[in-house]
């Protein structure tokens, strides 16, 4: 009988290494192509941000002579004059420590009571659970122009209205159903046996919460923290009815610069910059835990 010879590497030259080159290149063609797509697409998704940068470091003469593009020919025109002349202004810099004033707490409160919440739905047996759960669940769905006008009369006959007190109550009652939701359906993920070995440990619910679901949680409640804080700080709407108007936070207080028959572009531009830079590093001090979050929710 014939022997057949052993397979080895196909000669170059061949059909078969000819096709596997082929194949190699135009896997390699596609990710580089690929890569450059999303290369212009992020250029293009910042050039907004990099315009309102270099706007922010323009003259107001220079601004009304052309666009922020001029500085790409003429960088020698980029001062820092706006930016201290802003940070002079007890408006702009007020407005953000009013803003921190609303941010901080309206966050702290939801991610609290979103957690207490969200363990109780998950893993307490107590009549009407389910039923409850439910309501929250359609309060996700109830806009904020709705509770406008009437939460505007309660908070006039209770003093609330135009405090900070008030805009904290509203975006922490506004931001409680999501939060919820978000932390029950996270927390109920948790494997039983877990929570029935602290039990059995003698951990009471308030030490097992504490010590076994906050820890775990802890992805999922940085990135509850992450929305609610970009929510709170970015809102206008709220701010504007609810604030008070001698001490508004930034959103409002840049709204309030725009001048009758011209754009202020000198004041709104670095104000703008300044008010994004903030939401910017809160994101990227906590990046790890969101992508964290984000990924154990898809795995689940």
Known sequence: MAKHA?????????PRATSSYATLLS????AGALRVFLVVAALFWLLPTLGLLLSSFLSPTDLNNGGWWQVLTAPARLTSDNYERLLAND??????????AIAVPATLLVLTLGAFAGYAFAWLEFPGRDWLFLVVVGLLVVPVQVALIPVSELFGSIGLFE????????????????????????????????LEAARLDGAGELRLFATVVL????????????FQF???WNDMLVALVFADSASPPVTVALQQQ????????DVLA??????????????????RHFVSGVMAGAIK
């Open 6 to 14: 052993p397979p080895g590497p196909s000669p170059a030259g061949s």
């Open 27 to 30: 896997g390699k063609l596609a």
């Open 91 to 100: 408006t702009i810099t007020g407005s953000l420590l009013n803003t921190f």
């Open 163 to 194: 405090t900070t007190a008030g805009v904290v109550l509203f975006h922490t009652a506004f931001g409680l159903p999501f939060a919820v939701f978000l932390l029950r359906n996270f927390f109920a993920e948790i494997p039983r046996e877990l």
């Open 215 to 226: 820890p775990l949680g802890g992805p999922a409640i940085a990135s509850l923290g992450i």
């Open 230 to 232: 970009l929510w709170v």
């Open 258 to 265: 725009v001048r009758q028959f011209g754009n202020n572009i």
């Open 270 to 287: 670095p104000g703008a910059f300044l008010s994004m830079v903030i939401p910017l590093v809160v994101f990227f001090a906590f990046q």
